[in-house]
């Protein structure tokens, strides 16, 4: 045992130098095979502490974060492993805020940068209401088949939650109703969903409740509807022409066919009838434009008569600085007019206005009074017929004659 001291404890500063180096070479060696990196790293975003009856607008999914530590930890990091976090604790109201994004690093490890460091986030209320459920229906019954009225819904009103800019974008609740090959009447619960104006299903909105009871009837053959005849019509009359009235013949025709069709037509349309052009009375017999699974009653005429009345369109015009002269001046006397040129509006068919100029009208002044040195008088204007006049700007003229 003394053996072993005296060898210890002989040369012990160099074995203390030595053991100094030796565990600086081996950090030196550890710290190469392992050092410390930093990385970029996207990482999820979540929200906490949101109050009750509040909903964030929009919210991103992801935060750029930098991150320092040993090589060996950072290299096997994933984005699942860290957490963007936005604490909503201190928001009461609705409104506009700028909030920190925090992140917590995992061990042996630092948060260098987040990138954003901060966010804005628009809060808004959580509104509630009521709405009609709808529905859209997918094939039709078994041949012969049809719905004798609108599907049932048990409940027929759900109430529908979330953020107020959610709810504006909901055009309907939806409940798609499969009819293809029904042969009987139907009980079924099925799922309703919120669609925009599109049909796109709209998410971020709770319904309470989801799933609606739906019943469906059917019948041995198809209900009947009256519907109003509209005339189709394309192209557009010749240049000066307006279609005046449309009459058809018969005004109202009677249809049958599978309910899931004919419930949703208001009228039925003719094949297209051309006009392009057009300057008289047009009549024509054309067929109804019928969807497949409708047809006409019994022995109801399948053309229709259609007649397009056409009118010359009355236009007016405006022609500037016309002279204006005397008329019934004695001749001697002389006199002078003030102002000396008016402007004309006149109205008439489309093809007489377009023709007219300013020559084919005559602006003149008559009076009786030739003795009186100045005077007021109206102006009057003589026009080719079929042309009417609307006014002369000014009406008045005044008249100085000189003796």
């Known amino acids: 045992m003394k053996e072993l001291k005296n060898w210890f404890l002989k040369n012990i500063d160099i074995k203390l130098i030595s053991l100094f180096l030796a565990i600086i070479l081996w950090l030196y060696i550890a710290g190469g095979e392992n050092p410390t990196v930093?990385?970029?790293?996207?990482?999820?975003?979540?929200?906490?502490?949101?109050?009750?009856?509040?909903?964030?607008?929009?919210?991103?999914?992801?935060?750029?974060?930098?991150?320092?530590?040993?090589?060996?930890?950072?290299?096997?990091?994933?984005?699942?492993?860290?957490?963007?976090?936005?604490?909503?604790?201190?928001?009461?109201?609705?409104?506009?805020?700028?909030?920190?994004i925090e992140v917590a690093p995992p061990k042996k490890t630092q948060i260098t940068r987040i990138i954003p460091s901060e966010i804005k986030i628009e809060i808004e209320k959580v509104l509630n209401k009521e709405v009609e459920v709808e529905y859209s229906l997918i094939g039709i019954p078994e041949k012969g088949y049809s719905l004798t009225d609108e599907p049932q819904f048990n409940p027929s009103r759900v109430k529908i939650i979330g953020a107020q800019s959610v709810l504006e974008n909901i055009k309907?609740?939806?409940?798609?109703?499969?009819?293809?090959?029904?042969?009987?009447?139907?009980?079924?619960?099925i799922k309703v969903k919120?669609?925009?104006?599109?049909?796109?299903e709209i998410k971020g909105v709770k319904i309470e409740p989801d799933i609606v009871e739906v019943l469906i009837s059917l019948n041995r053959g198809y209900p009947e509807k009256q519907l109003s005849v509209k005339p189709k019509i394309i192209g557009k009359p010749a240049p000066g022409y307006y279609i005046s009235e449309i009459l058809s013949s018969p005004n109202e025709i009677n249809i049958f066919g599978?309910?899931?069709?004919?419930?949703?037509?208001?009228?039925?349309?003719?094949?297209?009838?051309?006009?392009?052009?057009?300057?008289k009375t047009?009549?024509?017999?054309?067929?109804?434009?019928?969807?497949?699974?409708?047809?006409?009653?019994?022995?109801?005429?399948?053309?229709?008569?259609?007649?397009?009345?056409?009118?010359?369109?009355?236009?007016?015009?405006?022609?500037?600085?016309i002279s204006v002269?005397?008329?019934?001046?004695?001749?001697?006397?002389?006199?002078?007019?003030?102002?000396?040129?008016?402007?004309?509006?006149?109205e008439g068919k489309n093809i007489l206005i377009n023709k007219l100029e300013a020559e084919d009208l005559k602006a003149f002044v008559k009076f009786t009074d030739n003795f009186k040195v100045e005077q007021k008088v109206k102006v009057?204007?003589?026009?080719?017929?079929?042309?009417?006049?609307?006014?002369?700007?000014?009406?008045?003229?005044?008249?100085?004659i000189n003796k």
Request: aromatic residues 4%.
């Open 38 to 100: 930093e990385n970029f790293i996207d990482v999820p975003l979540a929200q906490t502490n949101l109050g009750e009856g509040l909903a964030i607008k929009e919210f991103p999914t992801n935060v750029s974060v930098g991150i320092k530590g040993p090589k060996n930890i950072i290299n096997n990091l994933s984005s699942h492993q860290i957490n963007g976090i936005v604490n909503f604790s201190e928001i009461s109201k609705e409104g506009l805020y700028k909030l920190k």
């Open 172 to 189: 309907q609740i939806i409940c798609t109703i499969d009819i293809s090959g029904l042969k009987e009447n139907l009980s079924r619960k």
């Open 194 to 200: 919120a669609v925009d104006v599109n049909g796109n």
């Open 258 to 279: 599978n309910y899931s069709k004919i419930s949703n037509i208001e009228f039925l349309e003719t094949i297209p009838i051309d006009v392009n052009g057009i300057t």
């Open 282 to 321: 047009l009549s024509v017999k054309v067929p109804p434009a019928l969807e497949e699974g409708l047809n006409i009653v019994g022995d109801e005429v399948e053309l229709i008569e259609v007649t397009i009345q056409v009118k010359e369109a009355i236009i007016q015009k405006i022609l500037k600085n």
């Open 325 to 346: 002269v005397p008329q019934n001046l004695s001749p001697f006397v002389s006199c002078e007019i003030e102002p000396e040129v008016v402007d004309i509006t006149v």
């Open 380 to 400: 009057q204007v003589d026009l080719p017929e079929g042309i009417s006049l609307i006014k002369a700007e000014p009406e008045e003229v005044t008249v100085l």
